[in-house]
């Protein structure tokens, strides 16, 4: 019986000191390592505007760009992170076009929106202006870029790697983890050759993907901003004011993110 007692102690604390090594020791379903668990860490907070339904962040010459939905409300904006005010912003949103996220490749904005199979160009000096459009055969969710290509999401677990001179699909991978494949993948950011990812209607965490395989590397965990800085001053908390919005300024290397309707902007480390 003592002999039984000290196995089971000492698998016991085996499996207490992986879980605070960010290891998990659920078994694979799927052959792939389970996610390391990454802490996120609020290291400062900015205003942001609450009527910005928030669907793309990106850094660019010093200034935050976003992208914005809910169909006639959809924008495009330049805006002064530090302040949270907003310097310029383009309504391209109608009764049937919602706006979705941005990448900003070679100064070049591209604006997904969401089910009308339209992407949206702009020269990233002027935002008020539509130079171009393509047509995209799927729903537009996420895009972030490589430095050469573009990089989609659609709401599946897809994500698709995109030429931006024609549109065309050169590949596509699926999110998976240890527990079978991940849906829901939405806003994306491409930081030092991984993929950052929201999942859309999670609050608590943000995906590290590998680009070539689709893997779940890191799980990040989001602290409860709301219940730490804005409690109570969301409409619809648990359904559409959620986590969304990843922004990474490789100038001063400083992850910003933010959600559908929230009053600030946070600069977050991970640990």
């Known amino acids: ?42 290291k400062s907070v900015y205003e942001h505007d609450v009527a910005a339904y928030t669907q793309g962040l ?18 495009l904006r330049r805006t002064d992170f530090k302040t949270g005010k907003v310097l310029e912003k383009y309504m391209m949103g109608s009764k049937q076009i919602f706006g979705e996220g941005i990448t900003i490749l070679k100064d070049t904005i591209y604006q997904l929106t969401w089910q009308n199979n339209i992407v949206n160009v702009y020269d990233a000096k002027n935002i008020n202006k539509i130079v171009k459009t393509f047509k995209w055969p799927n729903e537009g969710w996420g895009i972030t870029n490589n430095g050469t290509d573009l990089i989609i999401s659609t709401g599946s677990a897809n994500i698709y ?5 024609n549109f065309r699909v050169k590949t596509s991978v ?32 943000l995906l590290k993907i590998d680009p070539s395989s689709g893997h779940v590397l890191g799980k990040i965990l989001i602290p409860n901003l709301e219940e730490q800085y804005f409690k109570g001053k969301l409409a619809n908390p648990k ?33």
């Not at 359904?239 to 977050?268: C, Q, R």
């Open 161 to 165: 790697i995109v030429n931006p001179t």
């Open 58 to 75: 990106e850094f660019y010459n010093g200034f935050l760009f976003e992208s914005t939905g809910d169909f006639e409300n959809s924008s």
């Open 239 to 271: 359904d559409i004011e959620v986590l969304n919005g990843i922004a990474y300024d490789s100038t001063t290397k400083k992850l910003y993110i933010t959600g559908k309707h929230w009053p600030k902007l946070f600069e977050v480390s991970l640990d």
């Open 1 to 42: 019986m003592k002999k039984y007692l000290i196995i089971v102690t000492l698998v016991f604390f085996i499996s207490c000191k992986e879980e605070e090594n960010g290891e998990s020791t659920k078994e694979s379903v799927t052959g792939i390592p389970a996610p390391t668990i990454i802490n996120a860490t609020v």
């Open 174 to 205: 699926v999110v998976e983890d240890n527990e079978g494949t991940v849906d829901r993948i939405n806003e994306l950011e491409y930081i030092d050759g991984f993929i950052y990812a929201n999942r859309y209607l999670e609050n608590n965490y």
